[in-house]
């Protein structure tokens, strides 16, 4: 019932994802949500998330940020990261991930999404057939919209973590 919801991995955050793992296995782009996955909601890019585009660029990853708000949000930062962007992305739908991957050169089997969100991020990346890491949210800040979702996103969770054994983060569907 709430498996297209679930997440292939679930991790602490988006900079404890292994990349170069990825990358060395065959995956050559990154599809990334920006608010509370990167940083906080409005926040500009800080360091870590500048030096982890760096890394993506020096290893020959391709990135695109894929996110539903704004483009001036997302515009500005992108250009902080130097990535591609698509802003009112309308996830859930495939239409933008599919047009991420366009924009990478990737494919769905040569392709990752990171995001903090069950209901747009996630299902989204895996109604386009994309591997999707779910992220914790880094602030407990969040517009009215998002915190309203996270209620329902816990039972999700629950059962998602009941599925597998308990276990609260680490990968899912190759287990």
């Known amino acids: 019932m709430f498996e297209p919801f679930y997440p292939d991995y679930y991790v602490s955050s988006a900079y404890a994802i292994d990349y170069r793992k990825l990358y060395d ?57 130097g990535t591609k962007y698509i802003y009112k992305g309308n996830k859930p739908f495939v239409k933008g991930y599919v047009r991420a991957m366009e924009l990478m050169g990737t494919s769905p089997d040569t392709t990752v999404f990171v995001g903090d969100q069950l209901f747009t991020d996630i299902l989204g990346a895996n109604r386009a057939g994309i ?30 973590r009941k599925k597998r054994g308990g276990e609260s983060l680490g990968k899912n569907r190759d287990s």
Not at 37 to 58: G, I, S
């Open 25 to 81: 296995s065959g995956v050559r782009g990154v599809i990334f949500d920006v608010d509370n996955t990167l940083v906080p909601h409005d926040a500009p890019a800080d360091n870590r998330a500048k030096r982890l585009f760096q890394e993506f660029h020096t290893m020959g990853m391709e990135t695109c940020l894929l996110s539903n708000n704004r483009e001036p949000r997302v515009a500005g930062f992108a250009a902080e990261v």
């Open 131 to 160: 591997v999707s890491y779910l992220t914790m949210p880094i602030d407990p800040k969040e517009e009215i919209q998002i915190v309203l979702k996270r209620w329902p996103e816990k039972a999700v969770l629950y059962f998602y």
